[in-house]
C-alpha cells in the first residue's frame, strides 16, 4: 500500500497502531517502506509529499499525503470490483482502496460458485496477485452505506467505483410466495455456498419433488445439487451443515420451470452436460416440446444451435446401451417443463407449507430476441413440497446520493460513469444488470476502468490530493467499525484450509462474521 503518513490533529493514534510522536512518520501494512525496510528512505526522498491538514466530521488530521496519488476507491469486492482494481493499477501512481461488506473478500466468487466446480474458482489467484499489490488495499467488514456513506468516500477519493453486484432476487409476485418451503435460489446457494446472511435458511429437503422456478445456469447449479450423491460433494467446499442437510434429503426429481421454449433456455452447454451426465440420476424430456425444432436450427447462433442439438438428442434419439443402463437404474431424476408460466404456489392442507405450483400454459409469440410467453388460458397444477425461485438477481440501492433505477435494478449511467455525479463510476452487474459470466465482467470491468482512467488523464476528476483511506480510518474508528485486511483475510484462509485439511476437503468456510474476527482478534 503506498505510505500516507499521518497523525491525529489533537487526538490520539489510531486504536491498533502505536502512539505517534510529534513529527513521527508511521506506514501502514503493505506499504513499500514495509515490504522493504532498507529501502524505505530512498523511497520516500523520491516522492514529492506534502502536508495538509483534512477535516472530516468531528475529526481533524494532519496528513502527510503524495501530491500526484490518484486516491481511488472501488466498493465491492468480487469479480467487477478486482477487475475494475486491477485495471486502475496500470496507472502508474494510483492507489486503490477495496471496501467490500463481508470480513472476507471475492463476492459471488466464494458464494455464488458451486462447490463442484473448483476450476471456476481459480479467478481469486488473480485477484490475490491484486489485492498483494503495494498499491491496493483490501478493507473488509466496512459496509458502504451504513458504516461509511458514498458522500464521505467521494470526499476522501478523487473518484469512487461502485462495484457491489446483486445481492437480492427478483421476487416471483404471485400468491403463495411467502409460504414456509419457497426461497429464492439465491438464498439456497448463498446457505451451502457459506454466505453469513443465509445460514439460517434451513432448507427443509424432506419431501420427494422440488421445483425450481427458472432455466439457467443458476437454476441448473441448485438442481444438480439438490441431486448430486452427497458423497460426490464430500471433497468440495460445500459448508459442513449443508452437506449433512443434503445427505438426509428425501429429494427425488427435480422439475426445472419456464415460460418459454428450448430456444430460449439461459442455461449453457457446459452445466446442461453435466446434468445429463450426472450419476444416479435421468433427465425427463417431453418429445412434444422439441417438434419442429431441427428445422429452426439453421437460423440460430452455433453455441446457442450447439446447445439445442444436445437437447433435441436428449429428448429424441433412444440412447445408447450404456447410458439407457445408467438411466434405467437412476433413482433421481430431473426435467424441463417448457411453456409454463408460475401463477400461485399452492399452499399444503394445513396452510404450513407449499403443496405445488399452478402454472399457466403459454405459446410464443414474436420472432428472435423479441419473442414472448402468451398464456393459452389453461391451467395445470405441479406437486411438490419445495419451490425455489431462479429468476434473477437484483441489484439494492446503496446510497439516497446515488441515483438507482429501481424498474432495471441498475445505477444509470453511461460507460461507467455514473449519471450526473462526476466522479462517480460502476462496473459489474450493478452498472449492466445481472447478466454475463465472470469472463463478461471482466471485459465490462476493464472498459469503467478505462474510461476512469481517461477522465483522470483529461483533467475531469477534482484536482489537488486527497486523504485516501486515512480520513475514512478515522470515521470508523469512531463509529466502532473494525476493518479486515487481506492479510487478515489471509489467517482465515488458512485457518479454513487447515480446519478442511482433517477431512479431505480442501476447506471448511467459515459462516460466522463475529468468529472470524474472534479468531483476528478483533
Known sequence: MTSRCWRWWGRSAWPWTRPLSAGSTPTFRGSDEVRDPANAKALRSKRRRMQVRVKLGKFHLLLDIQEKTPQICVV??????????????????????IYEKQPVPFGLVRFGVAPDHPEVKNVINTFTQTAHSGRCAFWGNVEVGRDVTVPELREAYHAVVLSYGAEDHRALEIPGEELPGV????????????????????PDLSCDTAVILGQGNVALDVARILLTPPEHLEKTDITKAALGVLRQSQVKTVWLVGRRGPLQVAF?????????????????????????????????????????????????EKPGPEEAARWA????????????SPQQVLPSPDGRGAAGVRLAVTRLEGVGEATRAVPTGAMEDLPCGLVLSSVGYKSRPIDPSVPFDCKLGVIPNVEGRVTDVPGLYCSGWVKRGPTGVIATTM?????????????????????????????????????????V????????????????????????????????LRLLGH
Open 76 to 97: 465491492g469486492s468480487g469479480p467487477a470490483g478486482f477487475y475494475t482494481a486491477q485495471h486502475l493499477l496500470k496507472h502508474p501512481q494510483a492507489h486503490v482502496d
Open 183 to 202: 426461497c429464492s435460489a439465491r438464498a439456497f446457494v448463498g446457505w451451502y455456498n457459506g454466505l453469513p446472511e443465509n445460514q439460517e435458511l434451513k
Open 268 to 316: 449453457t452447454i457446459k452445466e446442461l452436460r453435466e446434468m445429463i451426465q450426472l450419476p444416479g440420476t435421468r433427465p425427463i424430456l417431453d418429445p412434444v416440446d422439441f417438434l419442429g425444432l431441427q428445422d429452426r436450427l439453421k437460423e440460430v447462433p452455433r453455441p446457442r444451435k450447439r446447445l439445442t442439438e444436445l437437447l433435441l438428442r436428449t429428448a429424441m
Open 329 to 340: 437404474s437412476a433413482s433421481r431424476a430431473w426435467g424441463l417443463r417448457f411453456f409454463r
Open 443 to 483: 471485459t465490462d470491468s476493464f472498459l469503467t476502468g478505462q474510461t476512469l482512467l481517461q477522465d483522470l488523464k483529461a483533467g475531469l476528476l477534482p484536482s489537488g490530493p486527497r486523504p485516501g483511506s486515512a480520513a475514512i480510518q478515522a470515521l470508523l474508528s469512531s463509529r466502532g467499525v473494525q476493518p
Open 485 to 516: 485486511s487481506f492479510s487478515d483475510w489471509e489467517k482465515l484462509d488458512a485457518e479454513e484450509v487447515a480446519r478442511g485439511q482433517s477431512t479431505g476437503k480442501p476447506r471448511e468456510k467459515l459462516v460466522d462474521p463475529q468468529e472470524m
